[in-house]
Structure formats: C-alpha cells, structure tokens
C-alpha cells in the first residue's frame, strides 16, 4: 500500500511535465498541418472560425457532463474575462500568428515563440503573481534570463542572415516560392506581427490564470473560451474576408486542419493548460515552448523543406539560453517555498500534557481524565520550547 501511494504522489508531481510535453507535439504538427492548409489556399480568419467551432463541439459536452456539479455560476466578471480571452488567444493571437507564419516560416514562426516565456514572467511580476529579489540567485536568474530572452528575439528580428544547411537541403531545394515571398519586408512583417501574437498569448495565461481562481472549472472555461473565440472570430472573419467561396470546405487539408488545431490544440491545449496553469503557474506553462521549435523545425525541414537562416539559430539559441535561466530560477522560487512552508507546518506540534502534580496524581489513582486539556507547544527554530 506505501508503494502505491509513492507511486501514485510521483506520478502526480510529474503529470504537468508529461501533459506539458504532449501538448508541444501537438503545437508541433497544427505548425505544419496549418502551413500546408495555406498554402493550398486556405483563409487564417475562417481557419480560426472553424477552428474554434470544431473545439466547442468536442469539448463541451464533456464539460456538461463531467463538471455538472462543480461548475459555478457564470456572473458577469467571469463572462467579460472570456470575452478577453477569446479575444486574446483565438482572435488576436492566431490571426497574426498565422499571417506571420505565411511570410515568414513554420520554424521561424515556432521560434519566434519562445519569447512568451520571458513576455509571461514580466506581465506575471506586473500583476505581483511572481516576485523578484535581485539580491537573491534566484531572481537575479530570471531577469538575466527575461534580459537574454528579449535580445534573441530581437536578433531574429533585425538579423536573417544566409541559409543554414543543417538537415542535407540545398538552399535551392524546396520551396522556393516560399522563399521569395518571405523576404524583404514580408520578412520584417511577418515577424512584428509574430511577436505581437506572442504578446497576446502571454496576456492569454495571465488572464486565464486569474479567471480560474474566480471560476475553477478548467473543461467549462475551455468550451466558454472556445465559443466566445468563434463568435468574436467569426464577426471579425465577415468584415476582413470578403470572398464568400472562401467559407467552402471540403474532405481536404483544410478540413484537417481545422479539425486538428481545434480538438488538439484548442481544446485540449486550453484545458492542459488551464489544468497546469491553477497548479504550477503562468510561467511553468510557457516554459515547454523551445520543444515545440525543435520539433516542428524537424518536420519543416523534412516535409516542408524549410530552410533554416543563421539568425533565427543564433536567435533561437539565446532565447533558450535565457529561458532556462529564467525556469532555473522559477524551480528555486518552488523549493523555497516549499521549504518554508514545511517550516511553518513543524513549528507547531499538538502536545497533552496536565496543568499540575496534583492532578497527575488524580489521575494515578482515578484512571485518566476522559477529556485531557490540549495544547500548542510552539518550537522555534533552535529546538527549544
């Protein structure tokens, strides 16, 4: 029976690390399946509709059934904080991400998301949902950190530089279309609007971290946030895409893609996240994101045959550089904590104990009182009472 319990406390201190893992795989291939969708044609604003519309549909009648009777009421601070999150993350952040994606690359793109670490930690210390101490390592970590993580996107910004041929593709192979069009200002655009989508899903986290504590019903907020994202999509979709033949879809890459990136990604990526957000935290969240460039740079190369340019490397490698820094100093803020509240849990032991020799003596001869008086012996850190 111990050993069950070890095991069953371990497998849930390590259930955010795995669900976090999984969820960067799935980032991975919505990177790739949504590229190709695209370049066959498809419109980001109704990918984004759909998208969302696929995710309510798969979702929520799971929250209808497994959240019946925990889900609490929906007031009027709740409702306005989904209108901001369906805003943020569904509208905001995947139009942009998607046109940037378009002129830039899937690799690209994907880097460019490790910033959201660094963007996260610094909304979470605006909002006092993380503290800093500069004359501890800890902290000092995490600005240094938050300082490199910030300078490598900025690199990747204002520095392309010539093709890396890391996994045995010519710079004439491939896509060169893609090339051509992601240069020049394309490539400058693009990458504004990267960073600006990275800006929002950082406010994303923040936001989704502070609803949850006023509504803590991780599947119900999902499919709240899902519908809201396709409403508010769908009437910014009417007013930027005009072509009505664009709304068409069939049994193709873009169905797919809508499919994918709403039940994968969507769906079950608001609840992960929202799941590991309640108990590890906004910048625990974020701190996965260099996987999902790994992998998808990976896949780019392979299917897409992507090219890889020297400054998104060197770029991409001061961002993890800084990343880590900022982690590093995030887990010693947990061990600290821990560590203190552990103290405050063993310096207060229940103790009985009998006010006087006479009535020990009472006790000797009569049996023990039924109902011994109880109290706190308080211990201090020096052992002595």
Known sequence: MVAIAQMSEMLMKV??????VFLQFGFAGMFIIVMIAMQQGMSHWVLVVYRHLLATLAIAPFAFVLERKIRPKLTLS???????????EPVIDQNLYYVGMKF?????????NNVIPALTFIMA????????????????AKVIGTTLTVSGAMLMTLYKGPVVDIFGYSPESGHQNSSAASSGQHW????????????????????QSITLKEYPAELSLTSLICLMGMVEGGIVALVMERDMSAWAIAFDFKLLAAAYSGVVCSGIGYYVQGYVNKVKGPVFVTAFTPLSMII?????????????????????????????????????????????ESNK?????????????????????????VHPEIHVLKISHSGEP
């Not at 490698?317 to 900022?326: D, H, Q």
Request: proline fraction near 2%.
């Open 15 to 20: 259930k955010p690390y795995f669900a976090m």
């Open 78 to 88: 709740v409702f306005l904080k989904v209108m901001l999150l369906g805003l943020l």
């Open 104 to 112: 830039t690359s899937a690799t690209f793109a994907s880097a460019t």
């Open 125 to 140: 210390v605006l909002f006092r949902m993380e503290r800093v101490k500069l004359k501890q390592k800890n902290g000092l």
């Open 188 to 207: 400058a655009a693009g990458t504004l609007m990267l960073l600006l989508c990275s800006v929002g899903w950082s406010a994303f986290f923040i936001v």
């Open 296 to 340: 998808t740079a990976i896949l780019g190369a392979i299917l897409l045959s992507e090219q890889v340019h020297l400054g998104s490397l060197l770029g991409a490698c001061v961002i993890v550089t800084g990343l880590y820094s900022v982690v590093w100093g995030k887990s010693k803020d947990d061990q600290i904590l821990t560590s203190a």
């Open 345 to 369: 849990l063993n310096t207060e032991l229940p103790v009985v104990w009998e006010n006087s020799i006479t009535k020990s003596a009472h006790d000797i001869l009569n049996g023990p009182s």
